[in-house]
């Protein structure tokens, strides 16, 4: 699976957790098709072990905006953002959030993809 394919399965199951609260396990189980992929899965469960760090992070860069209040899909989509910031070296932040934003166009409204550049270009600052 192309990692953003794996991206966009792994938004699906992060999306299952917040809304649904269902299972991480059987989330990772309702999105995929066949095998499953360690990066999609490193996603998911990173940012289910993370959460709590991440929410914070993204707290703080908030402007006017409470976490709670910003729309489900973008809240994934940010926390999954952050996750690969922060804790996967490998990967180059604004790879990171260049994919978030392809994520927000498909997924989010029309003022998603705006909406996380700016939270995620703040991120950045802060994590660089």
Known sequence: MKRHTAREKA???LFQIDVGGIEPHEAVANVIEEETD????MLVFGVVKYQKEIDDLLRQHLEKW???????????ILRMAVFEMKYMDDIPLSVSMDEAIELAKVFGDEKSSRFINGVLAKIKETLS
Do not use: G, H, K, W
Request: proline share 6%.
């Open 11 to 13: 938004l699906q199951a």
């Open 66 to 76: 409470t976490l709670e209040r910003v729309a489900n899909v973008d809240r994934s």
């Open 38 to 41: 360690p990066f999609m899965e």
